[in-house]
């Protein structure tokens, strides 16, 4: 009942912006996305639960982490915004509980979970204390791990130099860390830690920063259409350009100063760590 009403409202909205993008994004989604297990492990590992517990996936996109967590030996939920990511996230597991529904407004009871997990997805979020409340509001006692990157992380990325722009506005829209933690703690969780996240060249989740060590991985424009930044960020002429550039670069080898030139010590993407108690 719950979810038949949560669709309507869904629907008489006429959705929002992120469900428009993602249902778009969502028909090839997973011809270059899947669930990393060096990911998948750590997020694991950081979620301190026993098999069997109960843990809720938010903004599960098609369900590669929910999936992924379940053959862990988890009783998942997975719940996305758009209705393209969750019809295909359905597809793959009838053990995993999934619904349609906003990270604001979840169909859960109080205290239902034993963990939550949030994947690539905080950025999408309008606000993140309402967002935060929520998700509170549903863990029993556990813990609650955002796998994300930070403004400062985004713009030490080499593709800065092929998509400035892109960048730009993508870094814009990630949240600070600092800010993260503050807002968690406002919604009532404790920080455990942060664990930063260095791309691996055997990455298997084609997202933004996993062709770190596979530049070529960015002239395919099947793996571009699965990445938000180019998705919805870039203009045409940008890519056109930048992947002009970077196919040169490439060909020359010039693309290795360019990456020597961005190294940082930042990490690439960091894992926040909070807690219920
Ligand atoms: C980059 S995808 C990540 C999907 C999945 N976590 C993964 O890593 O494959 C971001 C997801 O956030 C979802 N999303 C955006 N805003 C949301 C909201 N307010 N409530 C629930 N899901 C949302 C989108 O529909 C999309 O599936």
Request: glycine share 6%; proline share 3%.
């Amino acid at each position: 009942m719950i979810e038949v009403m949560l669709n309507i409202e869904l629907e008489k909205n006429g959705g929002y912006g992120m469900t428009a993008l993602y249902d778009e994004i969502g028909l090839a989604y997973d011809t270059t996305r899947k669930a990393d297990p060096e990911i998948a492990g750590r997020l694991r590992n950081h979620l301190q639960v026993t098999d069997g517990s109960k843990v809720l996936e938010i903004a599960c996109g098609t369900g590669n982490y929910t999936v992924a967590l379940q053959e862990t030996g988890l009783q998942m939920t997975g719940t996305d915004i758009s209705k393209e990511m969750i019809a295909k996230a359905k597809e793959k597991s009838s053990l995993i509980q999934w619904e349609l529904a906003d990270v604001k407004r979840l169909p859960f009871n109080n205290n239902t979970f034993s963990g939550a997990a949030c994947i690539l997805s905080i950025h999408h979020f309008d606000d993140l204390f309402a967002p935060f409340k929520e998700i509170y509001r549903v863990i029993d006692k556990g813990r609650f791990v955002i796998f994300t990157s930070s403004p400062e992380q985004m713009n030490n990325y080499w593709l800065k130099e092929y998509f400035p722009e892109a960048i730009a506005k993508s870094a814009k829209q990630m949240p600070d860390v600092k800010k993260v933690s503050k807002i968690l703690r406002e919604a009532g969780f404790r920080i455990i830690g942060h664990e930063t996240f260095l791309v691996q060249p055997n990455l298997q989740d084609f997202f933004l920063y996993s062709g770190k060590y596979k530049p070529r991985m960015y002239l395919d424009e099947n793996v571009r259409s699965g990445i938000s930044t180019f998705a919805n960020l870039a203009s045409k002429e940008e890519v056109k350009e930048g992947c002009s550039k970077l196919k040169k670069d490439i060909q020359t080898n010039k693309i290795e100063d360019v990456i020597n030139k961005f190294s940082s010590d930042l990490g690439d993407y960091v894992y926040v760590v909070a807690e219920k108690r």
